[in-house]
């Protein structure tokens, strides 16, 4: 059976431009920040960082903080370095993971540490990472500091756990979306609730916007997982059946074979293992997923998170920033597709 995903509600295809749009002005902010903040006196750290940074990605999480801002009519400009520091964060862990996974492409593009090798790679990702903690403290607020650097340690601990459950095809379904709340969704959730902090909007919509940022993670770390298995390079970025290759146990393949036969679950183990990871290999993985609705029911769950995310903006007016909220967190269901 092959996966069909539908858009959370009927409408036309979801897009991320009402998000974007709405947050252009004070993303020319953010982008000025990025880029004055990623300059150093030695060269090969601009010259690496740029290469990530400019390298097409959708700056997502600095979005949402923006976004968040704009939902609550903050009129101050507090969150611009603060969603520079989350794009740091962000970009910083897409250095190390790059290392860690060997990937060969990122965002469309060669991975850094290919170009550059991997100490240059972990070096740039710590002086991001401590670019990131300065805006934190100039931002001068306590709360701010301990959410994002909270999310920090969160972020490191779920990579490392991934790490420790690679190739390990007997991990539970409840163990691996511990991961990805941690390695994904935790960052997601802080980029949302730094802007009631700084809007002083109060408690229940700092609880409210994480949720939805938590939920929207989840959501999209999902779709990832499902579009490996089923979509091309040139829409995931990166090297199709990276994860499969990687040994990277994720949701489809977790399903796949606690559904599968003993002949099917023998197949992932090798599989997870690194013996079987040819491009015949990958087909017949593709098919085992297919077969057993491991991919359809990943989507289904990520359509799950995003419902949640979606119900999470029910206390704010209907407006247009939480139209766009909503729609981005049908874009990221629907984004493969």
């Known amino acids: 059976m092959t996966a069909t995903v539908h858009p959370l509600r009927d409408k ?6 009402p998000i974007i749009s709405l947050t252009a002005p004070a993303m020319n902010s953010v982008n000025t920040v990025i880029l004055d903040r990623m300059q150093s006196k030695v060269p090969l750290i601009p010259e690496l960082a740029g290469h990530l940074i400019a390298g097409g990605g959708k700056r997502m999480r600095p979005m ?16 611009h370095k603060l969603a520079a520091a989350v794009e740091f964060i962000h970009t910083a862990t897409l250095l190390h993971d790059d290392v860690v996974d060997g ?6 593009k060669r991975a850094a540490n290919l170009i550059w090798g991997n100490p240059a ?46 190739r390990q095809v007997e991990t539970s379904e409840e163990h691996y979306l511990a991961i990805i709340n941690a390695k994904t969704a935790e960052l997601f959730a ?10 002083e909007a109060g408690e229940e919509a700092e609880e409210a916007l994480e949720s939805y940022g938590r939920n929207l993670g989840i959501a999209f ?4 997982d499902a579009i490996d298995y089923s979509s091309d390079e040139a829409t995931m970025g990166k090297d199709r059946g990276d994860d499969f290759r990687d040994g990277k146990v994720t949701l489809p393949v977790i399903l796949a074979h606690a559904r599968g036969t003993a002949e099917d679950r ?28 491991a991919l359809a029911d990943t989507m289904e769950r990520a359509r799950h998170y995003g419902r949640r995310a979606i119900d999470a903006l029910a206390m704010f007016p209907t407006g247009r920033s939480k139209a766009a909220l909503t729609e981005a967190v049908e874009f990221a269901v629907a984004r493969a597709y």
Not at 12 to 17: G, H
Request: aromatic residues 6%; charged residues 20%; contains cysteine.
């Open 12 to 17: 036309r295809e979801p897009s991320l431009e």
């Open 64 to 79: 949402l903080t923006l976004a968040s801002a704009a939902l609550l009519d903050y009129p101050g400009a507090r969150h």
């Open 103 to 108: 990937s060969d492409m990122r965002r469309g």
């Open 121 to 166: 790679s972990v070096l740039v990702g710590d002086f991001l990472f401590s670019r990131a903690f300065e805006l934190m403290v100039e931002d001068g607020s306590l709360k701010v500091l301990r959410i994002l650097s909270h999310a920090s340690a969160v972020i490191a601990e779920g990579e490392v756990d991934q790490l420790t459950a690679q």
């Open 190 to 199: 802080a980029a949302c609730r730094i802007s009631p902090v700084v809007a």
């Open 221 to 224: 770390q999902l779709v990832d």
């Open 266 to 293: 023998s197949f992932w183990k090798a599989a997870m293992l690194g013996e079987r990871t040819s491009d015949q290999d990958l087909v017949h993985a593709t098919s085992l997923i297919n077969s057993t609705g």
